[in-house]
């Protein structure tokens, strides 16, 4: 399969199974984003992910299919906060709340140099539920269980209960 149709019908998916419209995705060389090695991101101001178009080359459809699910999770993140009424009990008031202010404070990735200093970016609570809820779905699809990052694993252990 063509790995651009993969990654478009892999958010495709996602967005069905988080009761959202269709999430836009468009690809863009490794120079456009902060680091070569991301994979994918989400633009919350256009609900659009960009995949990197060097990582699309070498990325295997599990690779493809877990980006998916983490990058649209973000979109439905950010649905939530922006249209709750969409979402009416679906997740916690708290929650919500808790997701708005890490998009408000949003930490970007520092990038495989500095691995380190990731530690902010990868204990938001958008980031430990997009890991969570990615990992949930492979195993489920798939059978496919991803890596957790150990520093999150506790964490990313609690959400998956909520899935």
């Known amino acids: 399969m063509n790995k651009r149709k993969k990654s478009v019908d892999s958010v495709a998916l996602a967005s069905r199974i988080l009761g959202l419209s269709e999430i836009l995705v468009e690809f863009k ?6 680091h070569p090695e991301i994979n994918a991101v989400f633009d ?3 609900y659009i992910i960009y995949f990197n178009e060097a990582w699309i080359s070498q990325a295997t459809p599990e690779e493809i299919m877990v980006t998916a ?10 649905a939530n906060i922006e249209f709750p009424e969409f979402f009416v009990g679906r997740e916690s008031k708290e929650t ?4 708005k202010k890490d998009f408000e404070n949003y930490v970007p990735t520092k990038g495989l140099e500095n691995s380190k200093k990731d530690m902010e970016y990868l204990t ?3 980031e430990i539920d997009a890991i969570a809820f990615a990992h949930y779905y492979m195993d489920e699809f798939y059978a496919v269980k991803t890596i957790i990052p150990q520093q999150v694993k506790t964490q990313v252990s609690k959400r998956l209960g909520d899935f």
């Open 29 to 34: 060389p490794s120079s456009s984003f902060s």
């Open 44 to 46: 919350d101001k256009f």
């Open 69 to 78: 699910l983490h990058e649209t999770r973000h979109a439905y993140q950010k």
């Open 96 to 99: 919500v709340k808790q997701w």
């Open 124 to 126: 938001q609570s958008i």
